[in-house]
Structures are given as C-alpha cells and as structure tokens.
C-alpha cells in the first residue's frame, strides 16, 4: 500500500482530496512544515531508502470550495504553473523564478497586521492560518502580457482573516508587502523594481468573496516560485495584482502606492482590472494565449469573473480608472 | 582573393549559423519550447536577427583591426543570416501570434510602436538583402555603398524594438545597444582618420 492510499484511508475525510507527490519541493522549500501547523498541513516525508521516487509532497487537508466561484476548466499542468512565472524578486527571466527560489525560507515566517485594525500585531504564520479552514478554487490567472493559466488554489478568503483582526471604520485600503530579503530574494539585489513588492486592494475588493489568500496550489504546500509562503489570489485581475510571499498587511485610509503602478503609471494602473476593451499602451489586451495551447483566445471582460465583481466598479470609468 | 583556409572557414561558419534555427525546429516538434512556445519562438528568432546583424557589423572593424582580409565575404554571410531569422521572426508573430490574419498586420504596424519600428528594421533589411549579390554590387557601383548604409538606422531600430518591449529589466537590450554603439564608434573614428 502507497502511503497515499493509508493516509487517504486512515486521515482524510470523503471529501477531501490529497494530490499526489511532488519534486518541487525537494528544495530548501521542504520545510514548509506541518509540525508547525496542526490542522492544517500535513508532511508525507520522504518514506525510506526503498521508496525509488524523490517525493517530499506536502498534502493539504481541504475541502473543495463552492462549487459558483471555481472554473470547471482544464487546470494548466503543475510543470508549466510552476516554471514560468513572474517573480521578479528572483530574477526577470520566466524560468528564473524556478530556478532560483530555493533560497527563500518559508518558515519561519511572520506577517505584520497594522494600521487601521483593532488586534495589530506580529503573526506567526501558523497563528494567522489556524483558525481558518483551507478550501479548494480553480481560478483563472490572466497576466498583464497576455498570457493565462488556470490554478487550483488552495486557500481560504482574505475577507476572513480581515475580520478577525476588526477593521476600524477607517480602513479604506488593503496595502501589502513582500519580503525584503536579499539574501533569501536574490533579485533584490538589482533595482529591476522598486522593493519590497508592493499591492493593495480597496476595502470592497479585498472582502469580495473571490478574493483568496492561498497557501497552496494542485493540492500542495506553494512551492516557494509561487509566492510561498502566503500569496494573494484576485482573479479577475491582472497577475501582478496577486501579491507573492506577504510579510505585511496594513489597512489604511489612503490608496497605497503599489509597484507596477509606480514603476509605469502609464502602462499599470491600481485597478488593474482584467479588461479586453482597454489595451496596454504597448500591446492588446483583447486575446490571451492559455499556456499548454497554441491559439489565442478571446479575453473576458474581468476575466469572466464580471457576473461576481462587475458591481464593485458600477459607476466608474475603467479607461480612466485602469 | 581568400586562400582556401579562409573559404573552408568561412563555409563552415555560413552552415553553422542555421543551428539556432535547426536547434528551434527540433525543440518545436518535441514539444521542448517553454511554457509559452510561441513566445520563447517569437523571442529567440528575434534575438538571432540581431546578433546577426551585430555580428555583421564587426565585420568591418574587425577585419581592419586585425589586418584580416579574408573576414570580408563574413559581413555578407552573416547580414543575410540576419535578414533570414528576422524574416523567420516577421513570419512566426504573423501566424501564431496575429493567426495568420492580414488586417492584424497592418492594425497591429500601424497602432503599437514597438511593432513599428520592428517592422521598418525589417523593411530597411529587404533591399539590403536584394543587393547583397555580386552582380547587384557592380550594378550599384558607388551608390551600393551608400544604400548599404541603411544598415545603421536598422540596427539601431531594431534595438529600440527591443527595448521597448521589456517591462522592467532593460539590462540586455542595454547590452547589445553598448555593443552597437561601441561598433558605429569604431567605424566613424575610422572615417576620420
């Protein structure tokens, strides 16, 4: 018996699924652990000198979410979702992210809440995670550079840990950072962008039920090059949106400054609404190649997610406000 | 003329420039490209046409540094490499990125800059090509060195296709435009002497 199959049987409920095994995580990554967080992450550890395959897989316990806010389309494969990204805090290069992210150590880990919060304070991770239950969504992620994949995130909605920490009145915003480490992030080490990484959400945006932070994808601990340990996931907007690895989380009354923004006010706006209709200066907007396919396809307004979040934006004018 | 060293060499250098090209098909048809295949295609057909065409450009200098006549034929050699993976580049973003749809060409020319300068490198290129046989060159006589020239504004064209094309991180495209700007130096400081 495959200790898949006797933690499956012994462990998990019904419903709950376990994904399969991984090589990913055989970096320094690994010890995103699971002692460190009851109930929530459990460690397959590598069985013994007899088991052939490299297999560090870190299984999650989750349950699927509902059923409304998940896609039911083909999730792109793990390998592409984990060796092209945009994690500019390990280099500019799409592979680089794969490459070099072994030398984030994503535990210990703490995240900051303060600002405009009742309970501020330095969290440890496993703190900040414990009381919130881990569920299943398959999102589509749709880049600023028209591309776009499909992700089983697992995770549990912002808006929930918002809550727990009670928002004063005054909390308009939701500004949040990514660590500054340059010796963890290696890209850091060049000024390719304005660090720590920076991003923020309006109020409504960040209670908005789609809007996740995840702390795994394809059934599995984040591999550090998809923003381990605790990332955000907004799915109908652009990618950059969903900040990687947050070490901070602060609720203001003013818009925060966000990188790309800065970096271009141009070219990325706060929004950053997914929208075919309102092109990047320099290229279209209006189709997207789904990695793992060779055609393009038409782009969805707010990336097919406007039936949920349109209502947010009623009244606005997304050429200005983009 | 060359002395058979010189010809042997340079045959061998004219064959192995197709192996980007040859090292793109194979990864293609095993489904080695990365995650975005059209993207990694568009991308490195796009850098060869310019290494090329910077490789072509050293030519001159180089040959005149070293005291090399027989590097001469190379300038030719490699600038038609150039025009070859750039028309490679030109034919790829038209089928797999416009899908093979004229109007799309010319909305797409005509609306984004970064495509239009791409696209007048690739324009300045053609004649070049056209000329760059033996019989075009006495045909043309003094003025073939003059049309010739053209190389200078598509090279620097092509490089501000580059550069605008990035997001953040500009340090290659700086690259090369350090390596051009470096050749166009050599060559006037060459002209004044």
Same mark, same amino acid.
């Given at each position: 018996m495959s200790r898949l199959e006797m933690i499956r049987a012994s462990e998990i409920s019904d419903e709950a699924l376990v994904l399969g095994r991984r090589e990913l995580l055989r970096s320094g990554a690994a010890v995103l652990g699971t002692a460190l967080l009851p109930g929530c992450f459990r460690m397959e550890a590598e +069985?013994?000198? +007899?088991?052939p395959k490299p297999s560090s897989a870190e299984a999650l316990h989750f349950r699927p979410g509902p059923v409304e806010l998940s896609t039911d389309e083909p999730p792109t494969s793990l390998r592409d979702a984990t060796r092209y990204n945009n994690f500019y805090e390990f280099g500019t290069d799409k592979r680089d992210p794969a490459r070099h992210a072994g030398s984030l150590r994503p535990r210990p880990w703490s995240v900051v809440i303060e600002g405009e919060v009742r309970r501020p304070g330095r969290i440890p991770l496993e703190d900040l995670l414990r009381p919130h239950p881990l569920e299943e969504r398959v999102y589509r992620l749709r880049c600023v550079e028209a591309w776009s994949m499909v992700i089983p995130w697992v995770g549990f909605p912002l808006a929930a840990l918002l809550k727990r920490f009670e928002p004063t009145s005054r909390a308009r915003y939701v500004a949040f950072e990514t660590l500054l480490d340059p010796e963890q992030m290696p890209g850091q080490r060049r000024h390719s962008l304005d660090w720590p990484y920076r991003e923020g959400l309006r109020m409504d945006e960040a209670m908005h039920p789609l809007t996740l932070l995840a702390v795994g994808m394809y059934g599995r601990v984040l591999p550090n090059q998809n923003g381990a340990p605790l990332r955000l996931v907004v799915p109908w907007k652009y990618g950059f949106k969903s900040i990687k690895s947050i070490v901070k989380i602060r609720l203001q009354r003013s818009r925060p400054v966000t990188t790309w923004s800065q970096q271009n006010p141009r070219e990325y706006g706060f929004f950053a609404n997914v929208n075919p209709h309102v092109d990047h200066p320099r290229w279209s907007q209006g189709r997207e190649r789904r990695i793992g396919e060779w055609h393009k396809r038409p782009t969805l307004f707010l990336n097919g997610y406007a039936e949920q979040v349109a209502s947010l934006y009623r009244g606005m004018d997304l050429r200005r406000d983009f | 003329m060359a002395r058979p060293g010189w010809r042997s060499a340079h045959r061998i250098l004219a064959g192995a420039c197709a192996l980007p090209l040859l090292t793109l098909a194979v990864q293609a048809a095993g489904d080695q490209l990365g995650a975005d295949p059209v993207e990694d295609l568009l991308h490195r057909t796009g850098l060869w046409a310019l290494r090329f065409l910077v490789a072509s450009l050293a030519v001159t200098p180089l040959r005149r540094q070293l005291g090399l006549p027989g590097l001469a034929p190379w300038r030719r050699t490699l600038g038609l490499w150039s025009f070859a993976y750039a028309s490679v580049h030109l034919s790829l973003w038209w089928l797999l990125d416009l899908e093979g749809d004229p109007g799309q060409v010319l909305e797409e020319v005509t609306k984004r800059p970064y495509v239009t300068v791409g696209f007048a490198a690739f324009l300045l290129l053609v004649p070049l090509a056209i000329t760059s046989t033996r019989s075009w060159q006495r045909r043309l006589r003094g003025r073939w060195r003059r049309l010739h020239l053209l190389v200078h504004p598509a090279i620097l064209l092509a490089l501000l296709h580059f550069l605008w094309i990035e997001k953040a991180d500009f340090t290659e495209p700086a690259a090369y435009a350090a390596g051009v700007g470096g050749l166009l130096l050599l060559r006037l400081s060459h002209r004044r002497v």
């Open positions: +069985a013994s000198e +007899a088991t | -």
